[in-house]
């Protein structure tokens, strides 16, 4: 008896047994490959030398960024100089010293020449100290070819003497020196009254009239009988003293 078509759609039973599945043969063959991959070693491949080489764009891309420092720190206060102030200290304190050797050295000058810068004029007659001792008479002399009225040098330019010794005539000029060391030539001084007493024996001082006749550049002066005449560097004014007292 054929079955009906109702017994034919109607589902197995699901409590009656099924036949047990068979496992594929494709399942196993997979298994098994991986495992034959493990037990053979890799070829290892050879590192290229051209990638090997460190060069500055593998350094720059392998070094880590750098984190941003935040705000400067302000500068100490005890660093050292930089090197253009130094300089410029250096270079300021030379013009100082420059300024300061300048000043003294028209100061020594000054005083030095302080008669043709203070007061002794052509016509002028000064008050003046001179230190003097008693042989001076016949030690001091000057030499020069120019005249002034009268008045004039007892040697001449040569060196060879003219006219009286000075304490004869009043006209012959002689070289002094004041108490503050100023040179001039004066005549007329041994004729003084005060100057003709016994004198002292050791150096002394005598206050004299000075009448300013001229200046003399180009004299040589002689300041003992037995030295040479030597030329100054100097101009040097001439005149004749008169008034003369030892002070007391």
């Known amino acids: 008896m054929s079955p009906s078509p109702d017994d034919a759609a109607t589902p197995p039973n699901p409590a009656s047994p099924a036949a047990p599945e068979k ?17 053979s070693p890799a070829p290892v491949a050879e590192p290229d030398p051209a990638s090997a080489a460190p060069t500055a764009e593998n350094d720059q891309a392998a070094a880590p960024p750098v984190a941003d420092a935040g705000p400067a720190a302000p500068p ?26 300048l000043i003294l050295a028209w100061s020594g000058y000054k005083e030095k020449y302080s008669q043709q810068t203070e007061g002794w004029h052509l016509g002028s007659t000064k008050m003046l100290e001179i230190t003097l001792i008693r042989d001076d008479k016949k030690n001091l002399a000057c030499a ?25 005539d009043p006209h ?21 009254p005060v100057l003709k007493e ?9 206050v004299c009239n000075y009448y300013v006749v001229g200046v ?30 030892i002070p007391q």
Do not use: M
């Not at 016994?198 to 005598?206: G, H, K, Q, Y």
């Open 216 to 245: 003399l550049k180009a004299v040589a002066l002689r300041w003992s009988p037995t030295g040479s005449f030597n030329p100054v560097e100097q101009s040097v004014a001439v005149g004749s003293l008169r008034d003369c007292v």
């Open 144 to 168: 020069s070819d120019r005249t002034f009225g009268e008045i004039r040098c007892g040697f001449s330019r040569d060196g060879k003497p003219f006219g009286p010794k000075p304490e004869e």
């Open 198 to 206: 016994p004198l002292p024996a050791d150096r002394f001082t005598v």
């Open 172 to 192: 012959i000029l002689q070289p002094f020196n004041t108490v503050k060391n100023e040179l001039f030539l004066a005549a007329g001084l041994w004729q003084a």
């Open 23 to 39: 496992p594929a043969a494709p399942a196993e063959a997979a298994t098994a490959v991986p495992a034959v991959a493990e037990s």
């Open 76 to 101: 100490d206060e005890r660093e050292p100089l930089p090197h253009n102030v130094l300089l410029y200290t250096v270079f300021g304190l030379l013009c100082i010293g420059i300024a300061l050797w």
